[in-house]
């Protein structure tokens, strides 16, 4: 099965900090996601990503939150200024026909 | 909106035995998907099997097979012969069709399985 990378597998931030989380997707994918999974609940859609441009984003996708993918390879998000709550697993897939999920970022805010 | 809903937090089964998860949706939408996915402590999202919303046929995968009632909008996992390697948290998901132009998922709260030996 295609491969989508994440790094780092465990990121630990103070809060307030700038944090940015990393996915490598399969070469030839065009659309990628991000989605979170807060401990213990379910997995949420936060953005997804298209020919260099945001295609949706959910509600929980604000201004703190975005998503570039600066050197055509690595997908990021960042998150300027983490909170308590942004701590959670971030998921990146990538999409050619189906989704692929990378195995994850847990992200610690203290 | 669409909407998915795991009604069973969790669910145990002993070895060799099958055992069913449930899913419901709900949706106006006529072209969608459904997939289950498997995930691990590892916390990797692995996908299980997948369904067209236009085929009547259930889809099956090995030891998984899919039990996908239109009308009622129930979409069920059957593991057949389940394995220690079974457990884990297991998804339901959504997509809508092409034409809706968006190609998110929307998950339900997932079921833990517990395999027992």
């Known amino acids: 099965e295609p491969e989508v990378t994440q790094t780092p597998s465990h990121q630990v931030t103070q809060m307030g900090q700038e944090v940015i989380l990393r996915c490598v997707p399969i070469s030839n994918h065009l659309y990628f996601y991000w989605y979170r999974q807060i401990l213990g609940q379910k997995v949420e859609f936060l953005v997804s990503f298209y020919n260099n441009e945001i295609s949706e984003k959910s509600e929980i996708f604000d201004d703190q939150f975005s998503v570039e993918r600066p050197d055509g390879s690595n997908f990021t998000l960042k998150i300027r200024s983490t909170k308590l709550e942004d701590s959670a697993m971030y998921f990146c897939?990538?999409?050619?026909?189906?989704?692929?999920f990378g195995p994850g970022t847990r992200l610690t805010v203290l | 909106a669409q909407t998915v809903t795991q009604s069973q937090p969790e669910m145990s089964v002993q070895e060799a035995e099958t055992v069913t998860l449930s899913c419901t949706y709900d949706?106006?939408?006529?072209?969608?998907?459904l997939f289950w996915y498997k995930q691990p402590p590892s916390r990797q999202m692995i996908l299980v099997i997948r369904q067209e919303a236009y085929k009547q046929q259930n889809a099956t995968e090995n030891r998984f097979s899919v039990n996908f009632q239109k009308a009622a909008k129930s979409f069920s996992l059957k593991i057949s012969d389940s394995q220690l390697g079974d457990a884990a948290m297991y998804f339901c998901?959504?997509?809508?069709?092409?034409?809706?132009?968006?190609?998110?998922?929307?998950f339900g709260t997932g079921t833990r399985l517990k395999v027992l030996a």
């Open positions: 897939a990538a999409r050619l026909g189906e989704q692929f």
């Open positions: 998901a959504y997509r809508s069709g092409a034409t809706s132009g968006t190609y998110k998922y929307i």
């Open positions: 949706t106006s939408e006529s072209d969608y998907y």
